[in-house]
Protein backbone atom coordinates (compact mmCIF):
# COMPACT_ATOMS: atom_id res chain seq x y z
CA UNK A 1 0.00 0.00 0.00
CA UNK A 2 1.37 3.42 -0.96
CA UNK A 3 0.27 6.65 -0.66
CA UNK A 4 1.82 10.20 -1.77
CA UNK A 5 0.30 13.20 -0.87
CA UNK A 6 1.14 16.21 -2.37
CA UNK A 7 0.00 19.80 -3.20
CA UNK A 8 1.23 21.99 -0.34
CA UNK A 9 2.99 25.10 -0.93
CA UNK A 10 2.73 28.25 0.68
CA UNK A 11 -0.39 30.81 0.09
CA UNK A 12 -1.40 33.67 1.56
CA UNK A 13 -4.02 34.09 4.00
CA UNK A 14 -7.95 33.87 2.22
CA UNK A 15 -6.10 31.64 -0.52
CA UNK A 16 -6.94 28.54 -1.90
CA UNK A 17 -4.87 25.30 -2.32
CA UNK A 18 -5.51 21.67 -3.60
CA UNK A 19 -3.87 18.73 -1.83
CA UNK A 20 -4.02 15.48 -3.78
CA UNK A 21 -3.67 11.82 -2.56
CA UNK A 22 -2.64 9.22 -5.00
CA UNK A 23 -3.20 5.56 -3.96
CA UNK A 24 -1.55 2.40 -4.75
CA UNK A 25 -1.41 -1.30 -4.18
CA UNK A 26 -4.53 -1.84 -2.62
CA UNK A 27 -8.09 -1.94 -4.53
CA UNK A 28 -9.22 1.61 -4.01
CA UNK A 29 -13.10 0.94 -3.80
CA UNK A 30 -12.76 -0.79 -0.86
CA UNK A 31 -11.16 1.68 1.73
CA UNK A 32 -11.61 4.74 3.65
CA UNK A 33 -9.26 7.25 2.75
CA UNK A 34 -8.96 10.30 4.69
CA UNK A 35 -7.09 13.42 5.36
CA UNK A 36 -4.84 14.62 8.64
CA UNK A 37 -2.91 17.49 9.94
CA UNK A 38 -0.49 17.84 12.32
CA UNK A 39 0.97 21.65 13.65
CA UNK A 40 3.68 22.19 15.67
CA UNK A 41 3.37 21.33 19.04
CA UNK A 42 -0.12 19.72 18.12
CA UNK A 43 -1.61 16.61 18.12
CA UNK A 44 -2.96 15.12 14.82
CA UNK A 45 -6.04 15.54 13.87
CA UNK A 46 -8.23 13.67 10.94
CA UNK A 47 -9.70 16.88 9.49
CA UNK A 48 -11.76 15.14 6.98
CA UNK A 49 -12.35 11.47 5.44
CA UNK A 50 -14.02 9.51 3.15
CA UNK A 51 -15.71 6.30 1.63
CA UNK A 52 -14.57 5.22 -1.90
CA UNK A 53 -17.16 2.88 -2.23
CA UNK A 54 -19.86 4.93 -1.00
CA UNK A 55 -18.79 8.43 -1.06
CA UNK A 56 -19.93 8.49 2.60
CA UNK A 57 -17.38 11.37 4.66
CA UNK A 58 -16.74 13.22 7.52
CA UNK A 59 -15.33 16.45 7.46
CA UNK A 60 -14.19 18.35 11.07
CA UNK A 61 -16.04 21.07 12.63
CA UNK A 62 -12.88 23.19 12.45
CA UNK A 63 -12.46 23.20 8.44
CA UNK A 64 -16.36 22.12 7.41
CA UNK A 65 -17.22 24.96 4.96
CA UNK A 66 -13.98 25.59 3.82
CA UNK A 67 -12.49 21.94 3.08
CA UNK A 68 -14.37 19.68 0.34
CA UNK A 69 -12.90 16.13 0.08
CA UNK A 70 -13.42 14.06 -2.95
CA UNK A 71 -12.60 11.25 -4.93
CA UNK A 72 -11.97 10.04 -7.98
CA UNK A 73 -11.72 6.33 -8.27
CA UNK A 74 -10.69 6.13 -11.61
CA UNK A 75 -7.03 7.68 -10.52
CA UNK A 76 -7.03 6.28 -7.38
CA UNK A 77 -6.61 9.62 -5.36
CA UNK A 78 -8.56 12.06 -3.04
CA UNK A 79 -8.36 15.45 -3.08
CA UNK A 80 -8.74 18.11 -0.31
CA UNK A 81 -9.73 21.27 -1.85
CA UNK A 82 -9.08 23.86 1.02
CA UNK A 83 -10.55 27.36 0.32
CA UNK A 84 -10.62 30.41 2.64
CA UNK A 85 -6.82 29.41 4.79
CA UNK A 86 -6.22 30.82 7.66
CA UNK A 87 -2.67 30.64 9.16
CA UNK A 88 -3.90 28.38 11.29
CA UNK A 89 -4.33 26.19 8.77
CA UNK A 90 -0.72 25.80 8.72
CA UNK A 91 0.68 21.97 9.19
CA UNK A 92 1.81 19.39 7.97
CA UNK A 93 -1.02 17.44 5.65
CA UNK A 94 -1.36 13.36 5.98
CA UNK A 95 -3.45 11.06 4.04
CA UNK A 96 -4.47 8.01 5.21
CA UNK A 97 -6.01 4.63 4.14
CA UNK A 98 -8.18 1.95 5.92
CA UNK A 99 -9.97 -1.43 5.53
CA UNK A 100 -12.34 -0.76 7.99
CA UNK A 101 -14.52 1.90 7.71
CA UNK A 102 -15.51 2.51 11.28
CA UNK A 103 -11.35 3.66 11.62
CA UNK A 104 -12.93 6.64 9.28
CA UNK A 105 -10.19 9.66 10.45
CA UNK A 106 -9.02 7.92 13.29
CA UNK A 107 -5.29 8.27 14.23
CA UNK A 108 -5.59 4.42 13.71
CA UNK A 109 -6.10 3.86 10.34
CA UNK A 110 -3.77 1.46 9.10
CA UNK A 111 -1.71 3.12 6.21
CA UNK A 112 -0.31 6.85 5.87
CA UNK A 113 1.98 8.93 3.43
CA UNK A 114 4.68 10.76 3.94
CA UNK A 115 3.04 14.52 4.73
CA UNK A 116 3.23 17.61 2.66
CA UNK A 117 3.70 21.04 4.33
CA UNK A 118 0.95 23.76 3.84
CA UNK A 119 2.14 27.22 5.23
CA UNK A 120 -0.82 30.25 5.60
CA UNK A 121 0.89 33.37 5.94
CA UNK A 122 -1.00 36.54 7.56
Known amino acids: VQLQASGGGLVQAGGSLRLSCAAS????????IGWFRQAPGKEREGISC????????YTADSVKGRFTISSDNAKNTVYLQMNSLKPEDTAVYYC????????????????WGKGTLVTVSS
Open 96 to 111: AADKRWYMMCSNGMDY
Open 50 to 57: ISSSDGGS
Open 25 to 32: GFTFDDYV
